[in-house]
């Protein structure tokens, strides 16, 4: 199973930005989608993460700013970025863990990552 995230870049304090993030392969099921964060000098963070039947975790920190959402139809995770801080500054890895056919075995993927940038 692969994923490829998508929608970096280099925005100011204060604006939005959102990540896409698409699984494919041989999938089966997606139990859950995540999106986690990298910061420089930082350890890899947990973001958000959203489960199949739509409950959600969010990181201390992105808590009232960030929102999680999927599409199940087109194994997408989305991740919307408001009131952007330089805090936020990171290099954002989308995750999923779920079935993959073939015969059923589970899986954990992650993607390559994109960078975000918050700077005035």
């Known amino acids: 199973v692969q994923l490829q995230a998508s929608g970096g870049g280099l925005v100011q304090p204060g604006e939005s930005l959102r990540l896409s993030c698409e699984a494919s392969?041989?999938?089966?099921?997606?139990?859950?989608m995540a999106w986690h964060r990298q910061g420089p000098g930082k350890e890899r963070e947990l973001v958000a993460r959203?489960?199949?039947?739509?409950?959600?975790d969010y990181g201390y920190s992105v808590q009232g700013r960030f929102t999680i959402s999927r599409d199940n139809g087109y194994n997408m995770v989305y991740l919307q970025m408001n009131s952007l801080e330089p805090e936020d500054t990171a290099v954002y890895f989308c995750?999923?863990?779920?079935?993959?056919?073939?015969?059923?075995?589970?899986?954990?993927?992650w993607g390559l990552g994109t960078q975000v940038t918050v700077s005035s």
């Open positions: 959203i489960y199949s039947g739509g409950s959600t």
């Open positions: 392969g041989n999938i089966y099921s997606i139990n859950n």
């Open positions: 995750n999923a863990e779920g079935l993959s056919r073939g015969p059923l075995r589970p899986f954990a993927s």
